[in-house]
T-cell receptor, first 115, second 114 residues
Framework: KAGVTQTPRYLIKTRGQQVTLSCSPISGHRSVSWYQQTPGQGLQFLFEYFSETQRNKGNFPGRFSGRQFSNSRSEMNVSTLELGDSALYLC??????????????FGPGTRLTVL | QQQVKQSPQSLIVQKGGIPIINCAYENTAFDYFPWYQQFPGKGPALLIAIRPDVSEKKEGRFTISFNKSAKQFSLHIMDSQPGDSATYFCAARAGGTSYGKLTFGQGTILTVHP
């Protein structure tokens, strides 16, 4: 079974631009969570989508948004990029249905650099 | 507010040693505690996980000890090898509608010398 895939793997943008990152979950997984990883703040939860609905949201500004499609693939968008948005953005998928607790499997991440 | 505190930040051991990484949490709603291993350029990979109704869980060379009353849990790596050199993260998750949200510790960089 293929793992979680993320595209692109690397991205360089300038301040003020916007960016869209993509995540394809493991086949059959309905939940997709996004995390930001930086040396200073570590791994921080951005949001989670389940069955095309945002189910949980972290403490990030509204410039960070996401969506999930009917095939469970997910995208996250960051508008008006700031230097501090430079980070590794990780996507994780799980089976996660209501009442089911299970493992989150992470993709390799997208390294975003904002100049 | 950091809800999961992890220590130490870095750890150096000799091959065959038993590194121990500790985590403490505050939120009593947490009911699932996984440990992840991350190599440079890779995403985190699940090592082992535990629930608070179990005090210890062992999988291969990795053991989690859990103290519910103290709200602490730790990872022990038996017979550590140079290939175990990586960053280790503890995490916690609350039940209910928070299934998709993991709260991570700050990470421990482990170096195992040959």
């Amino acid at each position: 079974k293929a793992g979680v895939t993320q595209t692109p793997r690397y991205l360089i943008k300038t301040r003020g631009q916007q960016v869209t990152l993509s995540c394809s979950p493991i086949s059959g997984h309905r939940s997709v969570s996004w995390y930001q990883q930086t040396p200073g703040q570590g791994l921080q939860f951005l949001f989670e989508y389940f069955s095309e609905t945002q189910r949980n949201k972290g403490n990030f500004p509204g410039r960070f948004s996401g969506r999930q499609f009917s095939n469970s693939r997910s995208e996250m968008n960051v508008s008006t990029l700031e230097l501090g948005d430079s980070a590794l953005y990780l996507c994780a998928s799980s089976l996660a249905g209501q009442g089911i607790a299970d493992t989150q499997y992470f993709g390799p991440g997208t390294r975003l650099t904002v100049l | 507010q950091q809800q999961v505190k992890q220590s130490p930040q870095s750890l150096i051991v000799q091959k065959g040693g038993i590194p121990i990484i500790n985590c403490a949490y505050e939120n009593t709603a947490f009911d699932y505690f996984p440990w992840y291993q991350q190599f440079p350029g890779k995403g985190p990979a699940l090592l082992i996980a535990i629930r608070p109704d179990v005090s210890e869980k062992k999988e291969g060379r990795f053991t989690i000890s859990f103290n519910k009353s103290a709200k602490q849990f730790s990872l022990h790596i038996m017979d550590s090898q140079p290939g175990d050199s990586a960053t280790y993260f503890c995490a916690a998750r609350a039940g209910g509608t928070s299934y998709g949200k993991l709260t991570f510790g700050q990470g421990t960089i482990l170096t195992v010398h040959p």
